[in-house]
T-cell receptor
Framework: GAVVSQHPSWVICKSGTSVKIECRSL??????MFWYRQFPKQSLMLMAT?????????EQGVEKDKFLINHASLTLSTLTVTSAHPEDSSFYIC????????????FGQGTRLTVV | AQSVAQPEDQVNVAEGNPLTVKCTYS??????LFWYVQYPNRGLQFLLK??????LVKGSYGFEAEFNKSQTSFHLKKPSALVSDSALYFC????????????FGDGTTLTVKP
């Protein structure tokens, strides 16, 4: 149990376009989902925390108008990178937890975004 | 504020030898500690966690970790390394007295040579 699926696994898009990444909890209800960004050979940087049905909480320095997060259901959160630029190219990973107080979050397999 | 330090960027061991990947943490409340492994272009796979109870925690793939409160450490260990253990390992901490996010270390690349 506790499977989290991200889609797509990789995507290439043109500068100026928007890209949507989905994060689904397949066998549990995820009250809280986290979105991370990872640069090559670096750690995970938390971008935002979203709780189902409410607005996401963004970390300092993350542009909320550029990285739109929607958590409309207990099994789905989406991250939309708007007006993507090459510097947005990165590996994006989501994780899902049954609650904010849960002891464990489960990770998706990640999405490699390349903006050309 | 909470933080995690993985002092070694790289750990090299020979297959069959024991391995240790170090992690120290800082958190104001009760520490929830985690180890994850990441293979190239993949998400994180959970290895083990410490929440409460025995200081020695056993996890997936033969890994274990020892919680040491006085040294604020949570080193990952395995008695006999396999080549397939070669990957990037992350330690993470959460403040167990509060809801919310985990903080990750910078990661340690483990290379096991045959």
């Amino acid at each position: 149990g506790a499977v989290v699926s991200q889609h797509p696994s990789w995507v290439i898009c043109k500068s100026g376009t928007s890209v949507k990444i989905e994060c689904r909890s397949l066998d549990f209800q995820a009250t809280t989902m986290f979105w991370y960004r990872q640069f090559p050979k670096q750690s995970l940087m938390l971008m935002a925390t979203s709780n189902e049905g409410s607005k996401a909480t963004y970390e300092q320095g993350v542009e909320k108008d550029k990285f739109l997060i929607n958590h409309a259901s207990l099994t789905l959160s989406t991250l939309t990178v708007t007006s993507a630029h090459p510097e947005d190219s990165s590996f994006y990973i989501c994780s899902a937890a049954r609650s904010q107080w849960g002891t464990e979050a489960f990770f998706g397999q990640g999405t490699r975004l390349t903006v050309v | 504020a909470q933080s995690v330090a993985q002092p070694e960027d790289q750990v090299n061991v020979a297959e069959g030898n024991p391995l240790t990947v170090k992690c120290t943490y800082s958190v104001s409340g009760n520490p929830y500690l985690f180890w994850y492994v990441q293979y190239p272009n993949r998400g994180l796979q959970f290895l083990l966690k410490y929440i409460t109870g025995d200081n020695l925690v056993k996890g997936s793939y033969g890994f274990e970790a020892e919680f040491n409160k006085s040294q604020t450490s949570f080193h990952l260990k395995k008695p006999s390394a396999l080549v397939s253990d070669s990957a990037l390992y992350f330690c993470a901490v959460r403040d167990g007295t509060n809801a919310g996010k985990s903080t990750f270390g910078d990661g340690t690349t483990l290379t096991v040579k045959p």
